[in-house]
């Protein structure tokens, strides 16, 4: 569980550094619809990893 805990810290620093990045890159509704996308990406991020959880605590129910 600890790699996933390190994984959801490491997307988000990442995510944090894009967001850094991207405001001197992308215009104002460019970077808006970055921001919006990446919001997206990170919320699927998040269910994934909760549905690999859930997935991983009902296998070592099983057993």
């Keep these: ?3 996933l ?3 959801v810290a490491s997307c988000e620093s990442h995510s944090e550094l894009v967001k850094k990045l991207t405001k001197a890159y ?8 970055f921001m919006d ?6 919320s ?3 269910q994934l990893q909760n549905l690999k ?3 991983q605590e009902s296998c070592n129910q099983e057993e």
Excluded: G, I, P, T
């Excluded at 996308?37 to 990170?42: P, R």
């Design 1 to 3: 569980m600890s790699n």
């Design 5 to 7: 805990s390190s994984s």
């Design 26 to 33: 992308y215009r104002d509704d460019q970077q808006e619809k």
């Design 37 to 42: 996308l990446q919001a997206e990406v990170d």
């Design 44 to 46: 699927l991020l998040q």
């Design 53 to 55: 959880s859930q997935k």
